[in-house]
């Protein structure tokens, strides 16, 4: 795994949260697709930034009904991580329902407009 490794030094759980807190307030707060692109390649490597692509996208197969073989097959993923993330979506994980139902909806909306352009 060329996933960065947490220090085993224990940061004070005061300093952790507000460290998080300052992330997750400036990831709120790109709001455009370039700033986001370019925050993302910056704090994370190319192989990260694929890792987590994958897992969004084994979240949205599975819900689609796709099994672990296609899956595999498609994108190159063991099968435990695919049993990672379907334990997630099973045990209620709200941020990847949430993803994938916006995902979902946006290529509903896309198949619908490009319905109606083929007859315009």
Known sequence: NSMGRISRRKIDPEIEQRVNEIFVNYIAVLS??????????????????VMISKRLAIAL???KGFNYEEIDDTLKVSKSTVSGVDKELQSGATGYRKAVSKILKDEKLERTWNKLELKI
Request: avoid cysteine.
């Open 32 to 49: 455009t697709r370039p700033a986001i692109v370019e925050f993302l390649q910056s704090l994370l490597t190319q192989t990260e930034q």
């Open 61 to 63: 197969l599975l819900t």
